[in-house]
Antibody, heavy 114, light 110 residues
Framework: EVQLVESGGGLVKPGGSLTLSCAAS????????MSWVRQAPGKGLEWVGL??????????DYAAPVKGRFTISRDDSKKMLYLHMNSLKTEDTAVYYC?????WGQGTLVTVSS | QTVVTQEPSFSVSPGGTVTLTCGLS?????????PTWYQQTPGQAPRTLIY???TRSSGVPDRFSGSILGNRAALTITGAQADDESDYYC??????????FGGGTKLTVL
C-alpha cells in the first residue's frame, strides 16, 4: 500500500524554526519528484516547493513566499522527505502535506504564534 | 503576478454533468502547463483525480475526465453523485520549476 506519513508539526513562535518529516512506503521513493503543499485554516491549497529525484539532479524549487526560508531535502536510503522551515511567520500557519506524483500524506499542522 | 483562476462555486443536480475550469489571469492554458486536478472533502487530505491534462489517477472512476476547452483546462464530471460534493483544485506548471494552485471550486450536488 502506498503511504506517506508526515510528522514534526506543532506550535512555534514567530522567527522560530521547525523541521517536518515525511515517511514514504509502498512505492519506489527514489524514482519520484516529491513536493510539499500547505493549506492555511479555511483556505485553499498552496504549493510550497519540490525536490527532483537524484537522476534529474536532485534540485529544488520553491514558491516565492517561502524561498530563502524553507529548504526541502530527501534521504532516499531512508525513504524520507524533509521540510526545514526557518524564520517562521504567522502566515506560515497551515497543514503541511507531502505528496508524490499522485499520492498525498494526511498532513501535519504547523501553528506559528506567540 | 500570474494568477490561476477557478470558479468559486458551482452546483450540479444528481446525475447531471458539470465542467469546472482552470485558467490564467493572462494567457491560455495548454498541455504544456500539465494541468492537474485534485478533490478535497472537508477535513480530509486532497486526492489526485487527473494529471497531465487528462490522465486519470489510479482508482478514479471514468466519470471524471480532463481536457483543454478553449483557453482553459477543464474537469468534467459526468453523472454526478452525492459524494462528488467537494472542493476541487487545479494546479498548473508555470515554468522555471514553479507550480501554482487555483483558488478552488466548491461543488454542490443538489
Amino acid at each position: 500500500e502506498v503511504q506517506l506519513v508526515e510528522s514534526g508539526g506543532g506550535l512555534v513562535k514567530p522567527g522560530g524554526s521547525l523541521t517536518l518529516s515525511c515517511a514514504a512506503s509502498g512505492f519506489t521513493f527514489s524514482n519520484e519528484w516529491m513536493s510539499w503543499v500547505r493549506q492555511a485554516p479555511g483556505k485553499g491549497l498552496e504549493w510550497v516547493g519540490l525536490i527532483k529525484r537524484k537522476v534529474d539532479g536532485g534540485t529544488t524549487d520553491y514558491a516565492a513566499p517561502v524561498k530563502g526560508r524553507f529548504t526541502i531535502s530527501r534521504d532516499d536510503s531512508k525513504k524520507m522527505l524533509y521540510l526545514h522551515m526557518n524564520s517562521l511567520k504567522t502566515e506560515d500557519t497551515a497543514v503541511y502535506y507531502c505528496k508524490a506524483a499522485t499520492p498525498w500524506g494526511q498532513g501535519t499542522l504547523v501553528t506559528v504564534s506567540s | 503576478q500570474t494568477v490561476v483562476t477557478q470558479e468559486p462555486s458551482f452546483s450540479v443536480s444528481p446525475g447531471g454533468t458539470v465542467t469546472l475550469t482552470c485558467g490564467l489571469s493572462s494567457g491560455s492554458v495548454s498541455t504544456s502547463y500539465y494541468p492537474t486536478w485534485y478533490q478535497q472533502t472537508p477535513g480530509q487530505a486532497p486526492r489526485t483525480l487527473i494529471y497531465s491534462t487528462n490522465t486519470r489517477s489510479s482508482g478514479v472512476p471514468d466519470r471524471f475526465s480532463g481536457s483543454i476547452l478553449g483557453n482553459r483546462a477543464a474537469l468534467t464530471i459526468t453523472g454526478a453523485q452525492a459524494d462528488d460534493e467537494s472542493d476541487y483544485y487545479c494546479v498548473l506548471y508555470l515554468g522555471s520549476g514553479i507550480w501554482m494552485f487555483g483558488g478552488g471550486t466548491k461543488l454542490t450536488v443538489l
